[in-house]
């Protein structure tokens, strides 16, 4: 059971270059999200998924864009990558309601753009 | 809005040392309460939870009771290893964001041998 996966761990990018972040999961959630991680100021909500076919923006979802074709997948795209993007990202799934359920997460993403 | 507030760190302790981290929220309704743990490098994981008023939860020794009239949720343990040096991350989840946790911004144990 690999849980919660993200790839890739580490990477650069340029100002303006675009990449996606990819998130998987093996337990058959249907709440995942995204949050960044910055110093000093925890995780901060970046877009979450209810269920395949469903997303909605969290606190900080400017610059990023979501889909959820599939219960397993739910990858962030940058569009434009800004330096202060440069951060660390983490994917996180629960089985139900966040109120209540453990979040699961995945390993993290860092990344820099330059 | 909702909110979380933790002391800030680093916190450093000695090997055996008793820990308290503080925490305090501001949230409407009545929020479900948790403590996440982050060890060096890896992603978060829950440490414990609480989900009505005056619940304790308690994990690897660590404990947590869930003070409604001092909207508090601090994290205590008697006795810290070095194996305890990570940071811990209080957050909430409310009735009116059912799909969202608010983390405060963690607080860096680091624990001497």
């Known amino acids: 059971n690999a849980g919660v996966t993200q790839t890739p761990k580490f990477q650069v990018l340029k100002t303006g270059q675009s990449m996606t972040l990819q998130c998987a999961q093996d337990m058959n959630h249907e709440y995942m999200s995204w949050y960044r991680q910055d110093p000093g100021m925890g995780l901060r909500l970046i877009h979450y998924s209810v269920g395949a076919g469903i997303t909605d923006q969290g606190e900080v979802p400017n610059g990023y864009n979501v889909s959820r074709s599939t219960t397993e997948d739910f990858p962030l795209r940058l569009l434009s990558a800004a330096p202060s993007q440069t951060s660390v990202y983490f994917c996180?799934?629960?089985?139900?309601?966040?109120?209540?359920?453990?979040?699961?997460f995945g390993p993290g993403t860092r990344l820099t753009v330059l | 809005g909702d909110s979380v507030t933790q002391m800030e760190g680093p916190v450093t302790l000695s090997e055996e040392a008793f820990l308290t981290i503080n925490c305090t929220y501001t949230a409407t309704g009545y929020p479900s309460l948790f403590w996440y743990v982050q060890y060096p490098g890896e992603g978060l994981q829950l440490l414990l939870k609480?989900?009505?008023?005056?619940d304790k939860g308690s994990n690897k020794g660590f404990e947590a009771t869930y003070r409604k009239e001092t909207t508090s949720f601090h994290l205590e343990k008697g006795s810290v290893q070095v194996s305890d040096s990570a940071v811990y991350f209080c957050?909430?989840?409310?009735?009116?964001?059912?799909?969202?946790?608010?983390f405060g911004s963690g607080t860096r144990l680091s624990i001497r041998p």
């Open positions: 957050a909430l989840s409310d009735r009116s964001s059912a799909s969202k946790i608010i």
């Open positions: 609480a989900t009505k008023a005056d």
């Open positions: 996180a799934s629960s089985a139900g309601q966040v109120r209540t359920d453990t979040q699961y």
